[in-house]
C-alpha cells in the first residue's frame, strides 16, 4: 500500500521580530536536527504559534526536516531514479502486454481441453443409458482382435487361391494331367500345391498381381458401405456382380481346361453345370471373398470407433503441451514492481513509519514548551491541529514502510 502525500508548502518562511510579536515561517530545505529540541526551540522563540506548528508538521511530511541519522539521495540521485523508473514502468507495460496476449491464448486452449473431456463425459454417459448405441459406437477390442487374425488368414488364403486359379485358367499342363489320371489321382486338387506357385511364378510373375485385384474390390466393398447416399445398393449390387462374373469366368474356364484334357486321354467328359469341381472353385473364391470383404469392413469400422476417441485424446495431450510451452514464455514482472517500488522509495523523503516517529519527536518536544498552565489553550490547539494531520495523512499506528513523499 503506497500513500503519497503532496501538501502546499509554505514558502518563503522567515523569522522577524517586531516589539514583543515573534513570527516565523518555514524555508523549504533540508534540516537534519534532533527534533525533540529543535521542537521545544522553535515554540519557544514562536511562543507555540499552532500555525507555525502546521507549517513544521508540513515540513516533515514534505522530508524537509528529518532526523540527524536520516540518510537520503541527492537530487541527482533522485533524478536518475526517476528515469529508471520511466525504464522500468515501459518495460513492465511491454511484458504485461505480451503476457496477457499468452494468458488469452492459455484461457482458449484451456476451454477448448474442457469442450473435448465433456464429450468425452457425454459419450460415456450415453453409451451407459443405451446398450444398443454402446454396442454400436464404442470400440471393442476383442471384435477388433477376431476380425483381424480371421482378415489376415483369409487374406493368405485368397492370394494363394486367386494366383493358383490364375494359372490353372491362363495355363493348362495336360500331360500332368494325363500323369495324374495313369496314377489315379483324377485331375487334381482344385487347391494350389507348393510347386503350383513356383511354376506359376516362372510362368508369369504377373499372375501374383491378380489377388489385388480382388483386394480391391473389397476395399471398394468398403468405400461403398460408407457412402450416404439412396443409390449405393445399386453400387455394391454392381460390385458384386462384377465380382462374381469374373469368379464364374475362371471357375469356367478351369472346367473347361480340365474336362478338355480328360476328353484328349479318351475319358468321358461333365459339363460344367453338373461338374461339382466347377461350384467348389466358384464359392471357394467368390464367397471367401464376400466374406474377407465384410470382415475388413467391420475391422475398419472398429477401428474408426477407437480413433474418434483416441484423436480427441490426442487433441488434449497437444493442447496441454502448448498450454505448458505457453506458460514458459510467460515472464514474471513482481521484480521489475520490486524494483520499481525500491526506486520510488529511495526517492522517497520520508516514509510513513518515520514520518509517524518524526511527527511525535517534534511535537512532544513542542508540547513540552507550551505545558505551562497559561499556556493550555495554545497546547489543545497544537495537538487538535495534530489529530488533523495524521488524520489527513492516514497516520495511525502500526502502519510502517506506507510512503509519504514529496519524490
Not at 511354376?199 to 460408407?226: I, K, R, S, T
Amino acid at each position: 500500500m503506497s500513500f503519497h502525500f503532496n501538501p502546499k508548502i509554505q514558502r518563503p518562511m522567515a523569522n522577524t521580530q517586531n516589539g514583543n510579536q515573534s513570527t516565523e515561517t518555514a524555508v523549504h530545505q533540508i534540516e537534519r536536527v534532533n527534533l525533540f529540541n529543535f521542537g521545544y526551540e522553535k515554540a519557544g522563540s514562536v511562543k507555540g504559534d499552532p500555525d507555525i506548528f502546521s507549517s513544521y508538521l508540513n515540513r516533515i511530511a514534505n522530508g524537509d526536516l528529518v532526523e540527524e541519522n536520516y540518510k537520503g539521495l541527492t537530487d541527482d540521485e533522485k533524478k536518475e531514479r526517476r528515469e529508471q523508473i520511466k525504464i522500468l514502468e515501459k518495460k513492465q507495460e511491454e511484458i504485461e502486454t505480451a503476457n496477457t496476449k499468452i494468458e488469452t491464448d492459455i484461457k482458449e486452449k484451456d476451454k477448448k481441453i474442457d469442450d473435448l473431456r465433456q464429450t468425452l463425459l457425454k459419450t460415456k454417459e450415453v453409451h451407459n443409458n443405451d446398450h444398443e448405441k454402446l454396442k454400436q459406437e464404442s470400440f471393442s477390442p476383442l471384435k477388433f482382435s477376431i476380425n483381424l487374425v480371421l482378415l489376415v488368414m483369409l487374406s493368405g488364403y485368397l492370394f494363394f487361391f486367386y494366383v493358383s486359379a490364375a494359372y490353372k485358367a491362363l495355363y493348362v499342363d495336360f500331360e500332368k494331367i494325363a500323369n495324374n489320371i495313369a496314377q489315379g489321382f483324377g485331375t487334381g486338387s482344385i487347391m494350389p500345391q507348393p510347386r503350383e506357385l513356383s511354376d506359376a511364378m516362372q510362368y508369369n510373375f504377373l499372375l501374383f498381381l491378380v489377388p489385388f485385384v480382388f483386394y480391391a474390390f473389397g476395399w471398394a466393398f468398403h468405400v461403398l458401405l460408407e457412402l450416404k447416399q439412396s443409390i449405393k445398393a445399386l453400387y455394391i449390387s454392381l460390385l458384386i456382380a462384377v465380382t462374381f462374373t469374373v469368379d464364374l469366368l475362371l471357375a469356367l474356364i478351369i472346367n473347361s481346361n480340365t474336362e478338355m484334357a480328360k476328353d484328349l486321354m479318351g475319358l468321358s467328359t461333365t459339363p460344367w453345370f453338373s461338374s461339382p469341381t466347377f461350384y467348389i472353385i466358384l464359392f471357394l473364391g467368390f464367397l471367401v471373398y464376400i466374406i474377407w470383404s465384410l470382415l475388413l469392413d467391420s475391422l475398419l469400422r472398429e477401428w474408426d470407433k477407437l480413433k474418434i476417441t483416441t484423436n480427441i485424446r490426442r487433441i488434449i495431450r497437444h493442447l496441454n503441451k502448448d498450454i505448458a510451452k505457453l506458460r514458459a514464455k510467460l515472464v514474471p514482472v513482481q521484480e521489475i514492481k520490486d524494483k520499481i517500488m525500491d526506486y520510488r522509495e529511495d526517492i522517497s523523503t520520508v516514509m510513513l513509519g518515520n514520518l509517524k516517529k518524526y511527527i511525535e519527536q517534534f511535537s512532544s518536544g513542542w508540547f513540552s514548551y507550551l505545558s505551562p498552565d497559561n499556556m493550555k489553550p495554545v497546547k489543545e490547539r497544537c495537538m487538535n491541529i495534530k489529530k488533523d494531520f495524521e488524520d489527513k495523512l492516514g497516520i495511525k499506528p502500526g502502519i510502517v514502510k506506507v510512503i509519504s513523499k514529496r519524490g
